[in-house]
């Protein structure tokens, strides 16, 4: 899952996340004894679907799950980790400086804060929402060409049911559920990938939502109430 020669830097990362990472509540006590399997492991493989050198945005990136570990196992592309709560991009800076991870930059804010400001190639997530709102915060980010590749559990097929009028409203492309891991993982990873239906009709900076409609005025025709005489 890791090239040789970046081994030494998940295994120091997670060694950060079973202790630091712990003492700080971003990763549950439990969660510590498998940390491979279900977390590292689990995001590594997501680096299949990264185009060569492409820019990549974590949104709700928390510990560093999976923007730190696709830094890691893909030294080529370039992250942004965006994050809004300040004791985890703290943690998240600090582990930047120390694997050294120089192609990672940290992002303290939501997904808005960056909406008709940046593009990436790929906006990627880990347990942030359902797609029907996850739509709302990514797409504005993913460049013409690019594509939404979120992490998600047995459910996609329902959230992608749910969101199919954000779908079609939004101008995506017809959502790919892909399985990664099998063979190598002892449970694999389902992601999501949305592109854009046609990526010459998208335009920056890009709508998120529907602003809400004047308000109405009184009607004309409505009667004028009686003066008393």
Known sequence: MFPSERLPLAERFAELLATEGVLRGLIGPREAPRLWDRHLLNCAVLGELLPQDATVCDIGSGA?????VLAITRPDVRITLVEP???????LEEVVVELGLDTVEVVRGRAE?????????VVTSRAVAPLERLLGWSMPLVAADGALVAMKGSSITD????AHDVLVQGGCGVPEVIVLGEGLLSS???????PWQDPTRVSWPLAVSHPAGPKKRPSQNRRKKRRPA
């Open 64 to 68: 560093g799950l999976p923007g730190l």
């Open 113 to 121: 804060v960056l909406h008709g400001q940046r593009r990436f190639d």
């Open 85 to 91: 709560l300040l004791r985890r991009t703290t943690f």
């Open 159 to 162: 959230e992608i049911e749910t």
């Open 188 to 194: 694999t990873t389902v992601a999501v990938r949305v």
